[in-house]
């Protein structure tokens, strides 16, 4: 048996009970064979794959807290800090009741690729609770907050693990968990990412995802002799990257015509009014059914169906596996030329390999979406420096950011003779620097 399929048949093995997990490393494994083949007898006696695949540490621990009524709830907290060969532990913190051990697993070894191919120095890892945020009053999330930092401030630091936003993580979260952590430790260092620009926050840091998805999606039809200009544009999610990654397709001059959330889907043909998204999600936390009061002449549909609006570009932006083979069939047929994730895996194996066979460019999200995290490594900077950059410095950064992760996933899948495979692309560059460090260190 080839090494590649030896390491992962031991963790089908090991961990079956973790479908998630599993799922994301087939990828990876299946995309960069050709970068193993080429080095299989050093990285198998280093046991480069089984090291790679298995988290450094994963704490778990309880969270009580205390509602508004008096009564006492429990959650379960995690961390997964995954590998920090190239620089501190750095990943978000998902606040949601689908949080559990393999969806955290698969977040922080997704991360550990992600972080690499920003060229920043930040490792990988992942944490978040069951808990939901929605429908809780700000004392009961802050409640929560508090007292998942009350166990999480042992295992982090500003030069040992960075959490940040991510679903259910909003800035509102990320200020209770800061908060905390101050209290406790009484230091006052830049400890978390996404913060308040009060406290340490870094401006465009909001905006980082969406547009940096954006930017790559820019770069993608460029390279293709094309542009966003008069494209329709399909979002999925109404979250922080769905909004986001609306506001930067409107300026490129593309038309946005859809979003939804967990409940359902607005189509705007005349293009979304992103104002009004905005006063939904950010201000009144309400539901985008809410949209069509505003606009009577958009539809709201309950349940999923964003994928079945013709389209040019199509932005999976709200959570895992929504974009399922049958979407993507769908997509293929309407002649959408470009598929790009906003979202932590939103498309599944098979429905990636139908796009990537019937002609779609397609960029998985651990380059499309690393404006996040790449931004947040900037926000740590200005933080080590006691300095703020303007929106301008920082935008202007995070755009050559994607720019470079672009040219990057594009002349490495060139480099192994799968010219147009970004898949390949991104997990082969991602991965080959977190060897070389890994291999410089020694086994630990
Ligand atoms: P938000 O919580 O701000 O928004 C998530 C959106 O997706 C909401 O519209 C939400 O609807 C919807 N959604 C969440 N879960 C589900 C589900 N199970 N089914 C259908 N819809 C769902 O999160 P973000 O925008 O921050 O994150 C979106 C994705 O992008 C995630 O995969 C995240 O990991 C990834 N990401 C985020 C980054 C960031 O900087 N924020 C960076 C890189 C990746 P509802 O409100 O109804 O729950």
């Not at 090291?51 to 969270?63: L, M, N, V």
């Not at 060969?85 to 949601?96: A, C, E, Q, T, V």
């Amino acid at each position: 048996m080839k090494y590649i399929d030896r390491v992962y048949a031991d963790l089908q093995k090991k961990y079956a009970n973790q479908p998630e997990f599993l799922q994301a490393v087939r990828e990876v494994l299946e995309s960069i064979a050709p970068a193993v083949e080429k080095n299989e007898e050093i990285y198998e006696k280093n046991a480069i794959l089984e090291r790679i695949t298995e988290p450094d540490r994963i704490i778990s621990f309880k969270i009580p807290w205390v509602d508004d009524k008096g009564q006492a709830h429990v959650n379960i907290g995690y961390r997964v800090q995954f590998n920090n060969s190239i620089g501190p532990y750095k990943g978000g913190i998902r606040l949601h009741p689908s949080v559990n051990p393999s969806i955290m697993k698969f977040l922080g070894f997704e991360q550990v690729f992600k972080n690499s191919l920003t060229s920043l120095p930040i490792g990988g890892a992942k944490g978040g609770s069951d808990f939901d945020p929605k429908g809780k009053s700000d004392r009961e999330v802050m409640a929560f907050c508090q007292s998942f930092m009350t166990e999480l401030y042992k295992y982090i630091g500003a030069d040992v693990d960075v959490p940040a936003g991510d679903i259910g993580t909003g800035a509102r979260e990320i200020g209770y968990f800061f908060g905390q952590y101050k209290r406790i430790r009484g230091v006052y260092e830049g400890v978390l990412t996404g913060k308040g620009l009060s406290y340490g926050g870094s401006l465009a840091r909001k905006e980082a995802t969406g547009y940096g998805l954006l930017y790559i999606v820019d770069e993608l039809l460029k390279d293709h002799g094309d542009t966003l200009e008069g494209k329709t544009v399909v979002i999925s999610g109404a979250g922080n990257v769905a909004i986001y990654a609306a506001e930067k397709a409107t300026q490129l001059g593309g038309k946005v015509v859809t979003m939804s959330d967990s409940t359902g889907w607005i189509y705007d043909k005349n293009g979304i009014d992103l104002a009004l998204v905005k006063e939904i999600k950010e201000v009144r936390r309400a539901r985008i059914s809410e949209y069509t009061k505003a606009h009577p002449e958009a539809v709201y549909t309950e349940g999923r169906g964003v994928w079945s609006v013709p389209c040019d570009v199509a932005l999976p932006c709200a959570t895992q596996n929504e974009l399922l083979e049958e979407d993507a069939k769908i997509l293929v047929a309407n002649g959408c030329k470009a598929v790009c994730e906003g979202a932590n895996m939103p498309t599944t194996i098979e429905a990636t390999k139908i796009l990537q066979e019937s002609g779609v460019m397609f960029v998985p999200g651990k380059a499309a979406n690393a404006g996040g995290v790449a931004t947040s490594a900037l926000e740590m900077s200005q933080n080590s420096e006691r300095l703020s950059w303007s929106f301008e410095e920082v935008d202007e950064k995070l755009h050559g950011i994607m720019k470079n992760i672009y040219k990057n996933i594009s002349s490495t899948a060139k480099k192994y003779g799968m010219e147009g495979n970004y898949v390949a692309g991104a997990n082969i560059a991602g991965f080959e620097k977190v060897v070389d460090a890994m291999l410089a260190h020694g086994v630990c």
